[in-house]
């Protein structure tokens, strides 16, 4: 078990807007803070209050250890909370603090066929996962990630694009229809069944909604790994 660090101080780089919607905040990596793909960690301010919720944010690292950043990313709508407000309005240079590792949402078994969907914001572990079998040329077994944002807006999508056509083993389909979407999970959890690994990232209604799903499929429970982004209708 990897140890969890607390208040680890983290310097902004930048904000990168990625979508619409989605923000990049990409900051230095200490030295002796590493996570794997799939982790996440608790994010803090340091000098600024927040009145109004809770004073942390949980978010999934998107990137890998060898790219020397930490980046995370989140949905920011018109009115948000002032967590996100405040996160907005930080400035390169200012010092943040993130609790981790966290969290069992990695690759259990790269020698099997595995199936991933990402629903929208929910993409953020997966380039994590994705970035780490191109760029450390993990040897992997027919890794299909369904990617489907309604708006036909997809964040990462050069390093994406990128990592699957220079992969071998590593499928990538980026989807804006949600009918396709289910149409695509459930053709393969057909043909696939318990002979394939399936993880699941996104809202907690997405989840649930794609895990029960799978199970009237008859994937046993044990073969569906979720990273449900609680906080998220
Ligand atoms: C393991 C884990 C990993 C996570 N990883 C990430 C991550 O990588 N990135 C990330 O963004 N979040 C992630 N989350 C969720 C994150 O922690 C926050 O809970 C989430 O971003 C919501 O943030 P907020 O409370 O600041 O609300 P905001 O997003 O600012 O929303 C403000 C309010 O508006 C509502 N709202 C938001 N969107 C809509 C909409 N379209 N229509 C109507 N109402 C809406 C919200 O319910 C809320 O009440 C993760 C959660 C977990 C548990």
Redesign the pocket.
Known sequence: MTDIKKNVEITLKEIKQETSD?YSFIFNKPENFNWKPGQ?GVFKFTDREIKE??DF??????SINEEDIIL??????D???????NLLELKSGDVMTVDGP??K?TIKDYSKPSLVMAGG??V??IRALVKDIHHNGVKTKDIKVLYSDDRGEFAYTDTLKNARDNSEGLDLVFISDRNEFTDKIDAYAKENQNNSLYYI?GTPGMTSFFKEKLTGFGVDQENIIT???????
Do not use: L, N, Q, W
């Not at 995370?72 to 709508?77: A, D, M």
């Not at 009115?79 to 407000?85: G, N």
């Not at 990273?227 to 209708?233: A, V």
């Open positions: 989605v996440h919720g809770k944010r949980i978010f999934s690292f998107a995370f990313s989140t949905r920011i709508v009115e948000p909370s002032e967590f996100k407000k966290m969290g949402f914001i929910g953020t572990p990232s990273d449900s982004f609680m906080g998220y209708e």
